[in-house]
């Protein structure tokens, strides 16, 4: 360390450090206190309650139904995401691959690519007002004009209690896959070529090179991209919040736990509730990722 | 992280090389027709819904969701747009560009210099405030949200700039250190050094010689921030009810829509939301693409 560098130092991280500490850390430190408290929000006074609200989490119908529909997303938005998302890089990969080289992209790669992304660099309100309008449910509205054509009968999407989390859940793979799939397609283009020539001058079909070739250097990059997907499906607040009427949606078919931290933090008045369930919340995160980075952990392959 | 930005310069280049004599013709084998038609049918999914927005911008509400909601405009209504306007789309506009101007100036210059110091000083602590600022790309926002907002409100900064400013720095900063931590990493150390022994002082090198050097990485993560600060919606709905940013005006335009009925406005003004981030994607895709891709590989 030469001289005077130690004030420099702190003089760069004085102010950022400062601003994380009071806007990011700190709020984060307090959810975690006021989870232990009845406070309301509103009033200055609050007492310490323990575990109380836990309790009560344990047995709110509403949260219940959120948590519920959470998991469901949780599941089917990685698996569909990724599977398509991996069906496409292929593609688009495999699809040009003449006669030695493994990997080489198909025409109008970069045109899929743009194409494919751009619901990711959308605000969600936008997307949401889009989507809420493709799946209105009146028999003029977009998907049922078309689905009207080909002699399906209406659907009530948004409106029917049985497919409303579904359609917000089509919506979230919908954005997703285009951003897995620029994701997924760099890892394959990083794969050296000689490993596909290899396989291709020992015979190797297609399928037995992405099976055996392309699939497990991938790993690390579909591991990755599980985690965050996982992050996306406990969310869906936004999504939630302004496609679906309520918001919740018929007979709260759409509640999720952001919703519900966001509807008792400031509107009911149960700001330490709220926070009780945001902890519940962190925890989950943090047992998905855990979870998910030991369950897929493999050798790690140096190329 | 670097690595994946090459590579995906690389796969972006077109890759025609010159195939081997004999080489089977590349667009009419079955598996190029296969790849080709599910390719084209999800390129139209994603595109087509934000072309028929556009389109329904200049439409009235009756062709929106009249008895034949794919045709075309009888009448260009642009009025759609002035309507729009005066139901506070310019306000909400000027306030994104407000907040996102600040937000994005003071992410880069924070994020840059917290990263420089860290990738480039030995001092004690340095690894534990790297790995607190790369927790905060992991946690859920809405874990802070209540008490996010009582801070804020402590401050007096509910439904101002510069309450929104702060907090959009704040939540960007992980990503913004995380990312020019990786670059700062890989600029040659030998540079910094010559500058010091010339006698310039430790921020003279990072303003005049480190920064301009870090250029590209400056422009993905900036661009990276100005579409993710434009996009926020979760921090400004709570954070700012009496100044709406644009992303949050389109949703509360799509609340009032259950009395007022006036579609083609909600879509001219969904239009004035999405066309300036669609002209910085098409602009800049593939440093949105390393972008965001960078986010998520860590």
């Known amino acids: ?303 | 992280m670097t690595l994946q930005l090459d590579v995906e310069g690389k796969s972006s280049v077109p890759q025609q090389v010159a195939h081997p004599v004999g080489a089977k013709d590349r667009s009419f084998s079955p598996v190029n027709v296969f790849s080709h038609t599910a390719l084209i049918a999800w390129a139209l999914l994603v595109t087509v819904p934000f072309v028929w927005a556009l389109i329904a911008s200049l439409k009235s509400t009756g062709e929106i969701f009249g008895d034949s909601p794919w045709a075309l405009p009888k009448e260009l209504l642009w009025e759609n747009f002035s309507r729009a306007w005066g139901k506070g789309v310019g306000d909400y506009l000027l306030n994104s560009a407000v907040v996102v101007t600040g937000g994005v100036f003071g992410t880069m210059l924070f994020g840059s210099m917290v990263a420089y110091v860290l990738a480039r000083y030995e001092f004690p602590g340095n690894r534990f405030i790297y790995y607190l600022f790369a927790a905060g790309m992991m946690f859920p926002t809405f874990l802070a949200i209540v008490p996010l907002f009582f801070v804020v409100q402590n401050f007096g900064m509910i439904s101002t700039y510069q309450g929104l400013i702060l907090v959009y720095i704040a939540y960007s900063l992980p990503f913004t250190v995380f990312f020019m931590h990786a670059f700062f990493r890989t600029l040659p150390q030998s540079i910094a050094e010559a500058a010091l022994v010339d006698g310039a002082s430790h921020s003279t090198t990072f303003f005049r010689v480190m920064l301009p050097m870090a250029k590209p990485g400056l422009l993905s993560v900036g661009i990276f921030n100005v579409l993710g600060q434009w996009n926020q919606f979760v921090l400004p709905s709570f954070l700012s009810p009496q100044k709406p940013v644009l992303s949050q005006g389109i949703a509360t335009l799509l609340g009032s829509q259950r009395y007022e009925n006036d579609w083609g406005a909600l879509f001219a003004a969904l239009t004035i939301a999405m066309v300036p981030v669609v002209a910085v994607y098409l602009i800049f895709y593939r440093q949105v693409q390393a972008g965001l891709t960078g986010a998520t590989l860590k």
Not at chain 1, 147 to 157: E, K, V, Y
Not at chain 1, 204 to 223: C, H
Request: hydrophobic share 55%; glycine share 10%.
């Open chain 1, 1 to 303: 360390m030469r001289h005077g560098s130690y004030r420099f130092v702190a003089s760069f991280l004085a102010i950022p450090l400062a601003l994380y500490a009071i806007f990011v850390i700190s709020p984060f430190a307090q959810a975690f206190y006021y989870s232990l408290t009845d406070w309301t929000g509103i009033s200055p006074k609050f007492n310490f309650v323990g575990l109380e609200n836990f309790k009560t989490l344990a047995n709110d119908a509403v949260f219940r139904t959120a948590l519920g529909n959470n998991v469901i997303l949780l599941i089917g938005l990685p698996t569909a995401t990724i599977l398509l998302a991996l069906f496409f890089a292929y593609l688009l990969n495999v699809g040009g691959r003449a006669n030695s080289a493994g990997v080489q992209g198909v025409r109008g790669n970069g045109f899929y690519k743009l194409a494919f992304f751009m619901p990711q660099v959308l605000s969600v309100p936008v997307i949401a007002v889009i989507w809420s309008v493709v799946l209105n449910s009146q028999d003029s509205g977009l998907a049922n004009s078309l689905l009207g054509r080909i002699g399906l009968g209406p659907s009530g999407f948004l409106a029917d209690p049985n497919l409303a989390l579904y359609c917000v859940m089509w919506v979230l793979i919908w954005g997703s896959v285009g951003f897995y799939l620029v994701l997924f397609n760099a890892a394959m283009s990083g794969i050296p070529k000689d490993i596909f020539e290899a396989a291709i001058i020992d015979g190797a079909s297609r399928l037995s090179t992405f099976f055996r070739i392309t699939l497990p250097l991938l790993w690390d990059t579909i591991q990755t991209s599980w985690v965050y997907l996982a992050i996306l499906a406990l969310d869906a607040y936004a999504l939630v919040a302004v496609m679906t009427a309520g918001p919740g949606g018929p007979d709260n078919s759409t509640q999720v736990m952001g919703l519900q931290i966001a509807d008792n933090g400031f509107q009911y008045g149960r700001a330490g509730y709220a926070s009780a369930m945001g902890v519940v919340l962190f925890f989950l995160t943090l047992i998905i990722a855990a979870v998910m980075l030991r369950a897929t952990r493999r050798d790690r392959i140096e190329y």
